[in-house]
């Protein structure tokens, strides 16, 4: 977790001052190499927490999601209108603090560590927001995958665009600073993996169990369908809305789900380290 220090720092400070808390990690130490990346963590909601980007990094997560609504030609990070905050912005909140940990880390989100992914939904009018994220993207664009005339050109962090999102916008774009999450009926359509890398849906959407018990075979039988369609096309697999503790967590890996969407942040963390 982030020292104490560092707490202090990124209650007391503004938001310019996080680039210097979002240093400290683990047991205290003074640098953000001590913490192991782990490659199959999603951060749902993670501006909700009280230090937004820095919470997950602190726990080693690849994966971390922002909401963003287009108002007064600024993108602000809020899950609803009332909550919006015009401090809050995906640039200070995400994009300027990311940087600055890539540039102090060699070129990666984690020294040495995977390329990982900044998921934005789309909380407004898609098309009005698309051309203000892509010019945001692009200032970014030493740091971002790119994606050009359909070639992935891997970099420290993947942009991935959900919710409302124009996909015939992004798909237009010869250069592309994002990629784009996909539905199940992608997996029937088949569209190319580097524009759809992702496919996500709502687990209680589709599947009955919640976690307690054991998983009906017809549960397991659909679960595993879907996720080997997925992976024989080049996507990965993540669940929204599905119970957020261990017994469900177990059951993701168990049937090779790439990604699992957790709330909370410590528990995943100690529950993978935990196993063997």
Known sequence: ????????????????????????????????????PLRNTHAHNDYEHPHPLFDALAEGFCSVE???????????????????????????????????????NGGRVYRGGPECVLLIDFKTDGTAMYPVLREQLQKYGDIFTVFR??????????????????????????????AGDGTLPDLET????SLVPWISEEWKALFKW????????????????IVTKAHEQGRRVRFYGA???????????????????SDDLPGLRKFLTARP
């Not at 017809?218 to 679960?223: G, H, N, P, T, Y």
């Open 66 to 104: 922002a909401d963003i609504h287009l108002v007064n030609g600024q993108l602000l990070v809020a899950h609803d209108v009332q909550h919006r905050d015009p401090q809050r912005t995906l640039e200070s909140l995400y994009l300027a603090p990311l940087r600055q940990r890539i540039k102090e």
């Open 243 to 261: 119970p957020d503790k261990p017994i469900f967590w177990q059951a993701m890996l168990d049937h090779h789900v790439d990604l699992i969407n």
């Open 190 to 193: 088949n569209p190319p993996a």
């Open 149 to 178: 005339d359909g070639r992935k050109e891997t970099n420290a962090l993947t942009a991935i665009l959900t919710g409302g999102y124009p996909r015939k916008l992004l798909a237009a774009d010869a250069v592309r600073y994002a």
């Open 1 to 36: 977790m982030i020292s104490l220090f560092g707490r202090f720092l990124a209650t007391a400070l503004p938001l310019g001052a996080l680039l210097f808390a979002g240093q400290l990690t683990v047991a205290g130490a003074e640098t953000n190499t001590a913490v192991v």
């Open 210 to 225: 919640r976690g307690a018990g054991v998983m009906s075979e017809a549960d397991q039988q659909r679960l595993d369908g």
